[in-house]
């Protein structure tokens, strides 16, 4: 009796928040589509203007067909596109953000959607919502990957690797990424967590260099000159975030236990490989996707308490960074003008 009613709490606890988090998706995307936080620079030279925009050339492929598609949809010349993105990344946000906080047991609805709400304004959002559209389809499905994993939901899970994968070409690497770790987390599940923290350092070594010459050779042209960071450099802060991870799998070595975990311990390697060949810009695009899961994934190791401030630190400094590299200023400014029509 005292299980069903447990149950039962439970599915009440679920479909309530299920609402919540619908019913901000689509405030959110209402507001994004409406213009009120601005667009962002790729959405004014290019999403903006359809799907007629993109011309065929040696840079597209069928996986850029379809994440343009979504994200330059219209009717009748209306842009739907920007709703759509918003409404998707913030239902996946959502999703991924209460499958982990209660995981930690530190799940209630009120930290839940301080946590989401803030999250939704920090940069890796902003970014996704009219500026990098694609990506941000992509880091949608994965944080839905994620989320299903968590719930050991595979049909679902493998359902949102496709559609990860059909977004952006950056989607074929995260889920590449994640099945690899997935595989190695079945096969390693019985080593202690000692060896575990050994082998897959050396998986994560070897990786690095794999996948560093295999872009110097393949992918990089040969009059390949390195990138730059738009509007400003976010090269050492991923750097340094990667780099700390890897160390910080020394310490705790249980942090290795999950797939999500190990996917991240992995990404930090390979990450590593992308900017030692000069694709900078593609760092951070990447960086930006898997940001909001590093630090969820930085808090695992501290007890309950511990990590809900941990997370309110985390994302509300984040959240001041973003209004520091101004992702707010069409924001601020109407705000502004607002404050003075009064």
Excluded at 18 to 36: A, K
Excluded at 39 to 46: K, L, P, T
Excluded at 138 to 155: G, I
Excluded at 171 to 177: E, K, M, Q, R, S
Aim: aromatic share 22%; with cysteine.
């Amino acid at each position: 009796m005292t299980q069903i009613t447990f149950k039962n709490v439970e599915n009440r606890k679920f479909i309530t928040s299920s609402v919540v988090i619908f019913l901000i998706s689509i405030l959110y995307s209402l507001l994004h589509g409406s213009g009120l936080y601005g667009y962002g620079i790729d959405f004014h030279s290019g999403y903006s203007y359809g799907f007629e925009w993109l011309r065929p050339s040696a840079e597209s492929s069928i996986l850029d067909y379809i994440g343009f598609r979504v994200a330059t949809f219209e009717i009748n010349k209306f842009h739907f596109g920007v709703y759509i993105v918003t409404f998707i990344l913030t239902l996946s946000t959502g999703f991924f953000i209460r499958e982990l906080l209660k995981l930690k047991q530190s799940y209630s609805l009120t930290f839940f959607l301080i946590i989401f709400i803030i999250t939704l304004h920090t940069w890796p959002i902003i970014m996704s919502t009219s500026n990098a559209m694609r990506q941000g389809l992509t880091m949608s499905f994965l944080f839905f990957v994620f989320a299903y994993s968590f719930r050991k939901n595979y049909n679902y899970m493998f359902l949102f690797c496709f559609l990860a994968t059909i977004m952006h070409n950056s989607g074929i690497f995260f889920v590449t990424i994640f099945i690899i770790a997935s595989i190695l987390n079945k096969i390693l599940e019985n080593y202690s967590d000692n060896k575990k923290s050994i082998v897959n350092f050396l998986i994560g070594l070897l990786s690095l260099i794999s996948v560093y010459y295999l872009v110097n050779i393949f992918v990089l042209p040969e009059n390949h000159q390195p990138t730059r960071i738009i509007a400003g450099d976010f090269r050492w802060a991923f750097i340094i975030i990667a780099i700390f991870y890897i160390l910080l799998a020394f310490y705790f070595t249980n942090i290795l236990t999950s797939q999500f975990n190990l996917s991240l311990y992995y990404f930090s390697f390979i990450s590593l490989a992308i900017v030692m060949n000069g694709l900078n810009w593609q760092y951070e695009r990447l960086g930006m996707i898997m940001l909001i899961p590093y630090i969820f994934s930085f808090g695992s190791f501290l007890n309950s308490r511990s990590y809900k401030v941990y997370l309110f630190s985390s994302f509300s400094l984040l959240l001041l960074l973003t209004i520091y590299t101004n992702k707010y200023s069409v924001l601020l400014s109407k705000f502004e003008f607002y404050l003075r029509s009064l």
